[in-house]
């Protein structure tokens, strides 16, 4: 089972490969009506109508190493597998958004898993703001490197500030009895 956190940090990594320069990431622990739902959005260079309509399929890929493609579909068949789907939308130019939703609390449902790993991992891997917002029902924590970088600018990168994120993201979220250590 790979965890959730994992699947976003794939997820996310398409929107770098599309020069997305922002990044969106929600995540919503419904607990009410066992519904997990996980939002992506980029504003990168879009995806073409002819890759659209087969997106989610492994062997529907532009990249050059290798002839199959499993950000999506690994995703999408977890969240099958989660009586949920995934739904990929576009637009060419403009960017891209992901929407997962998997049952909540299907036994095969991954953890939610570190959040604040992957959020680190993609600061590290390109010049991109990250917005991350993550609620449990009705409770609400949100990070947003915009704000960060206000205080601390470029030394964003560094190890020290990077604990520092770290640590404010799993509080945070473990503050709204967020599902990280699940
Ligand atoms: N956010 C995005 N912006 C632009 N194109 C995207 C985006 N996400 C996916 N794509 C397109 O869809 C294809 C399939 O994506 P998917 O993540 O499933 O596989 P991949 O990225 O090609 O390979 P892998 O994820 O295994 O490294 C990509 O090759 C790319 O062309
Ligand atoms: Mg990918």
């Not at 990929?88 to 604040?116: F, M, N």
Request: hydrophobic share 35%; with cysteine; aromatic share 6%.
């Amino acid at each position: 089972m790979r965890e959730i956190s994992l699947h976003i940090m794939d997820i996310a990594q398409n929107s770098i490969s599309a020069g997305a320069k922002n990044i969106y990431i929600e995540v919503y622990e419904n607990i009410n009506e066992n519904i997990l739902k996980v939002t992506i959005i980029d504003d990168g260079k879009g995806i073409d109508s002819d890759i659209l309509d087969n997106v989610t399929d492994p062997f529907v890929t532009s990249r050059k190493t290798r002839k199959v493609g499993l950000g999506l579909s690994l995703f999408e068949a977890a969240c099958k597998r989660c009586d949920g789907g995934l739904s990929v939308k576009s637009k060419l130019g403009e960017g891209t958004e992901v929407t997962a939703i998997l049952k909540y609390d299907h036994i095969d449902r991954a953890p939610i898993g570190r959040i604040s790993d992957t959020i680190v991992s993609l600061i590290l891997s390109g010049d991109i703001d990250i917005k991350y917002k993550h609620r449990v029902n009705d409770k609400i924590f949100e990070f947003d490197t915009k704000e960060i970088k206000k205080t601390v600018g470029d030394d964003i990168k560094e190890p020290e500030i990077l604990r520092w994120i770290k640590e404010y993201i799993d509080e945070g979220i473990k503050n709204i009895d967020g599902g990280v250590w699940e």
